[in-house]
């Protein structure tokens, strides 16, 4: 028996020689250098939810599912994706079974069980924890284990599209061995597992400088013995994006520079050197503005910017609206600041392309300032000696902010101009990423405060299902003083069409008619004028000419096939 | 001088306890969020926990009291017990926790030293190293074709920032020439002899960057320290002496002149700590300029506190050390 065994190896041995290519075996491609123009904080994605950190932990942790760069659902410590159809899911959507793989080890060479996913739920769920990835568990009422390999996860309600935990860089597996004591308030102690935790993945830690640098090398005890080519990464944090692309595409001192955010004329001349290549994909993120359907008036107080202060005095008018979206040239707006990263859209879900909607490309993706001056002369909008239209003593004068980046003041500048063609004025201003976006309720220049007539900035979401992100628009999750200015309807809008709209697709399960019901619901935000859609951004990232096998995907982490990259030969 | 020095230590705690106070109100008013950097995918009710967990529910001087107990109890005691092995109680107190790592704070900046004294330090020797006798030679010939120059590449290393000098030099000597690495390796340790040579190489361009504009800096004080006491009247009675031209400007003139550039020396030496923020991240030395503008960018306020509140204590002591040098090099200043 023995020997059959021996010859078994020797013959799989052989084969693997006898195919000769350079990915065959583990570890021959030497270090992988990669640079983070920011640097990662934690190697735990529970206890910060910044896109550097989930990159980061996802080369190490991994989910029981990914989406590829496709945007398909692909098991990953799974052995399949549970559906109805092949009985995973229940057929009253309340319940839904995991299968995981055989045979998978931590790089401890322990064996990864049910129990670690009940844990990660556990963990993540438990009060006090402050766990940035609360959300990926809603509704999820219980998560228990069949057999050593088999999870069952019960939900409170009906859950038509349950894909969100255990998917995703997001929601990753954690070893429970290491983290057991970590739970709740504990959580932040635990250094030493939050900066080095075992995992499932290619690559194993093995130094963490916090806000500097990560060494990982290749997992000794990873399921595909002929991977990861490489047998170490070094990721290197800090910096600025122009230079992380320069250490890729010009000097080639580093492999892989994520998120190339550098305007495209500058990124032409560093490909110049021939040393590196843009990848690009698209995810869900679309550049818009959103138009303020409330009072932002300064005089109105306390109650500025909320349902009480009234609706806006010019943007009330529907042809306002639709006027400043027609005058706007989104062709020349991705040229100058995007290039090949950006793409012209209408839409705020502006893919996949199964839920991406076309209907209103026509008459919104092209410029047209003919039409829109016609129907702001049709609303009785009159241009005045200044050059801005005025109706009843409102004038088209606009206060339009922003987060502070170099791309977008110079969209700013060029959107002011194109409506200033259509007697529109605007009043540009900008704060910085971290007071805009930081949501302190005290501040006034918060995008859910709003206090400005229309602003713009980047929002997506994760995976490929928008259900959740939709339901932003509800007339309940409008900011205000009630909600703490917590809520994610910035554009004040509210339909009670639309609302029951949402709480169909909440109950619908078949695919294609949640993505016709998502269609018509974008179609809605876009039509009614709730924003105007600019740009649907791409991520951007520059390789070196000898990475190969690189999949650059929107839907998971960049890396999120890292094991099968390696080095040209 | 004894009690003096013993008088103003004492002074400074007050000085001090004011200082982080202020520190901290600051940060507090300031309207940042430590949640602000995350994806606006991460829901608001999340965020609040976020925030909870932090320890942001609580009201503004719990916090500060904190942070003081945190700081001035809790850390000490911890590098104590490191140092001598010996437990207080059952070990386990709050230590001053980062937000954006959730680790120790304390750890962060004793891990971040080395690379910022090697590096900003090292800027700093070598600028002293060129300044002195540009300087002086600078004010001995006074107005020469070598005190123009000098005079011009200070003023240009003065008022040109480092973020200019210091993209420039990668321009030309990594992109360019591919002489030294863009990006500095925190991960080198210097083991044998190709080692060392790597550390230096990735040395040369932020040392550079920053010792132009230190010695700019210095070269101006030794210059004009120097032409004040060129025309005191114990110059003139030494050379009546015949006292050799050398014994007079080196011995005599030098030694006086370097009284006020010493405490400028000694005053500048916390801005060694403080790290080169710009030059730090232009180079990716990852120091302590680097660990503090993410910290601020990311609203790290534990981190920003402590490390601002450590540059306070930094800038107090050398102020002191600057005045008690004034006074052992000076015999006619006395402060008893």
Known sequence: MKNVKMLLAGTVAALALAGGTAHAERGTDGDLKILFWQAVSTLNPFLSAGTKEVLASSIVIEPLARTDEKGELTPWLASEIPTVENGGVAKDLLSMTWKLKPDVKWSDGTAFTAEDVIFTWKYCTTPDGGCAQRAQYEGVKNVEAVDPHTVRITFEEPKPYPYSAFVGPQSPVIQAAQFKDCLGTKAPGCTAANFGPIGTGAFMVTDFKPNDVITYKANPNYRDAAKPAFASITLKGGGDAASAARAVLETGEYDYAWNAQVEPEVLETMMAAGKGRLEISFGTQTERINLNWTNPDPALGAKRSTTEAGPHPALKDPAVRRALSLAIDRDIIVEAGYGKSGKPTCNIVPAPAAVASTKNDSWCLKQDLEAANKLLDDAGWVKGGDGIRAKDGVKLNFLYSTSTNSVRQATQELVKAMWAEIGVGAELRNASASVFFGGDPASPDTFQKFYSDVIMYTNNFDGTDPEKYLAEWLCDKMPGPANGWQGQNIPRYCNPEFDKLVGTLSKTADLEKRAELSKQLNDMLTEEGAHIPLVHRGDQSSFSVTLEGVKMNSWDSQVWNIADWSRKK | ?336
């Open chain 2, 1 to 336: 001088m004894f009690t003096y020095t013993l008088r103003r230590l004492f002074f400074a705690i007050p000085t001090l306890l004011v200082i982080s106070f202020v520190i901290f109100a600051l940060l507090d008013l300031a309207p940042n969020d430590p949640t602000g950097d995350l994806p606006l995918t991460i829901p608001p009710e999340v965020r609040e926990q976020i925030r909870a967990s932090l320890g942001l529910d609580q009201p503004f001087l719990i916090r500060y009291m904190k942070w003081l107990q945190q700081f001035f109890i809790n850390e000490p005691l911890n590098i104590f017990e490191s140092l001598t092995g010996w437990q207080f109680g059952d070990g386990e107190r709050m230590r001053v926790l980062s937000w954006a790592t959730r680790s120790p704070v304390v750890d962060l900046i004793v891990q971040r030293l080395p690379q910022t004294l090697w590096v900003v330090g090292l800027a700093y020797l070598f600028g002293i190293l060129i300044a002195i006798p540009i300087g002086v030679i600078s004010a001995y010939k006074q107005y020469s074709i070598f005190d123009q120059i000098g005079t011009f590449i200070s003023m240009v290393g003065y008022s040109v920032p480092t973020f200019f000098t210091g993209v420039l030099l990668i321009v030309i000597f990594s992109s360019y020439l591919q002489w030294f690495p863009s990006v500095y390796d925190t991960n080198l340790r210097v083991t044998d002899f190709a080692s060392f040579m790597a550390q230096m190489k990735q040395m040369v361009m932020p040392v550079a960057v920053l010792a132009l504009y230190n010695a700019s800096q210095i070269t101006r004080f030794v210059r004009a320290s120097m032409l004040d006491n060129l025309h005191q009247d114990y110059v003139r009675t030494a050379r009546a002496k015949g006292v050799k031209e050398r014994a007079v400007l080196l011995v005599h003139v030098l030694r006086n002149s370097l009284i006020p550039v010493v405490t400028v020396i000694a005053l500048g030496v916390p801005t060694i700590f403080s790290g080169a923020i710009i030059t730090e991240q232009i180079f990716r030395v990852n120091g302590l300029g680097q660990l503090l503008i993410t910290a601020v960018q990311g609203a790290d306020m534990p981190l920003v506190q402590t490390l601002t509140f450590i540059f306070a204590v930094l800038i107090v002591l050398f102020n002191l050390i600057a005045d008690v040098l004034y006074g052992i090099l000076d015999p006619r200043i006395r402060y008893d």
